[in-house]
């Protein structure tokens, strides 16, 4: 089992920068990929970016290519993962999950997301 909490959303305005972070504990070890999501009001769940655990490889969504940014910092034990959010538009508002594929390729354990809001 691998426990996900997200951290950083907020409100924030049009232009503006925000940076998630999620923390991995438990069996780190059994990661695959970790990626995250958003899920915007009335629309479904969707995959934003994702990395590799092993490579490091990132890949991100037409809609936040070049604006987000997925990266990864150990610091001793402790390993997090970041998404960087720059020039946030309306429709970037969402909750934002944090996602680790453990021993596949699905994603099979969430944390409880986080909100961000951008409005003028």
């Known amino acids: 089992q691998v426990q996900l909490v997200e951290t950083g959303g907020g409100r924030v305005q049009p232009g503006d920068s925000l940076l998630l972070s999620c923390a991995p504990s438990?069996?780190?070890?059994?990661?695959?990929?970790m990626g995250w999501f958003r899920q915007a009001p009335g629309k479904e769940r969707e995959l934003v970016a994702s990395i590799d655990w092993i490579g490091g490889q990132t890949s991100s969504a037409d809609s936040v290519k070049g604006r987000f940014t997925m990266f990864r910092r150990d610091v001793g034990h402790t390993v997090t993962v970041y998404l960087q959010m720059n020039n946030l538009q309306p429709p970037d508002t969402a909750v934002y999950y944090c996602?680790?594929?453990?021993?596949?390729?699905?994603?099979?354990?969430w944390g409880q997301g986080t909100r961000v809001t951008v409005s003028s």
């Open positions: 438990g069996a780190i070890g059994q990661i695959n990929h």
């Open positions: 996602a680790a594929a453990l021993f596949s390729n699905e994603y099979n354990s």
